[in-house]
């Protein structure tokens, strides 16, 4: 799971490790961990596909307190995943990073994420 944030001409990527597939869960626990982060001198966007683990309605329940923290979510259009910056992050991790590759265990496949994603300049939340 990762984000993609943009500060003036700075870019940061974070990203955190999770098993399986993905869940509102863990969804909201990301969201959680920026959200403490934020400072209410300079308000924090999250924008966020239209998944379903992105709109459930515990994380609806959620989002006035983390509007009060300095963290705002905002969805994409539906079916325009070309506008979601992160997209070209994951693009090149798997198009020229890992390309081709078969991993002979989860294990292998996990190192050349890491490896991958911080060739990228990812920090691991």
Same mark, same amino acid.
């Given at each position: 799971?990762?984000?993609?944030?943009?500060?003036?001409?700075?870019?940061?990527?974070?990203?955190?490790?999770?098993?399986?597939? !993905?869940?509102?869960?863990? %969804?909201?626990?990301?969201?959680?961990?920026?959200?403490?982060?934020?400072?209410?001198?300079?308000?924090?966007? %999250? %924008?966020?596909?239209?998944?379903?683990?992105?709109?459930?309605?515990?994380?609806?329940?959620?989002?006035?307190?983390?509007?009060?923290?300095?963290?705002?979510?905002?969805?994409?259009?539906?079916?325009?995943?070309?506008?979601?910056?992160?997209?070209? %992050?994951?693009?090149?991790?798997?198009?020229?990073?890992?390309?081709?590759? !078969?991993?002979?265990?989860?294990?292998?496949?996990?190192?050349?994420?890491?490896?991958?994603?911080?060739?990228?300049?990812?920090?691991?939340?």
């Amino acid at each position: 799971m990762g984000s993609y944030s943009l500060h003036g001409n700075q870019q940061d990527l974070d990203v955190r490790e999770r098993q399986g597939t !993905c869940t509102g869960e863990q %969804v909201m626990a990301y969201l959680g961990t920026l959200a403490a982060q934020c400072t209410l001198d300079q308000i924090t966007v %999250v %924008v966020l596909d239209n998944a379903p683990f992105h709109k459930g309605a515990k994380l609806r329940e959620k989002i006035a307190c983390w509007e009060e923290q300095g963290l705002y979510l905002r969805y994409l259009l539906p079916y325009a995943p070309f506008l979601n910056l992160i997209e070209g %992050v994951w693009r090149q991790l798997k198009a020229i990073l890992m390309p081709r590759r !078969c991993s002979d265990s989860v294990g292998e496949l996990r190192a050349a994420l890491v490896t991958g994603l911080k060739v990228l300049g990812a920090k691991f939340i």
